[in-house]
């Protein structure tokens, strides 16, 4: 079994989403508390198949070290987001 943490990134049927609090059962169960994409909250048991870890915090935060992010307002006043190698 995959072991999850909170700030994990997953799919699973339905959706995507992040872990943010993991319930453990005595039983040795866990209920995984997903915020989706969409801005949802589910409860997911750890017996549900086909939940896969996409990528952890720890990878994101090295992947964010390595770039640089400008986030500037568009013409429009949207913002924007440019992304460039660190030197």
């Not at 997903?34 to 909250?41: A, K, M, N, R, S």
């Not at 017996?47 to 090295?62: C, F, N, Q, W, Y």
């Not at 390595?66 to 660190?86: C, L, M, N, Q, W």
């Amino acid at each position: 079994m995959t072991e999850f943490n909170s700030g994990d990134r997953v799919t699973f049927a339905g959706g995507k989403g992040e872990i943010i609090k993991t319930n453990e059962h005595p039983n040795g169960s866990q209920l995984r508390h997903v915020c989706t994409d969409e801005g949802q909250l589910r409860k997911l048991p750890s017996s549900l198949p086909h939940i896969e870890k996409l990528d952890g915090i720890v990878d994101r935060l090295a992947a964010a070290r390595s770039t640089i992010r400008y986030i500037t307002t568009s013409a429009s006043g949207r913002p924007t987001s440019t992304v460039f190698p660190r030197p």
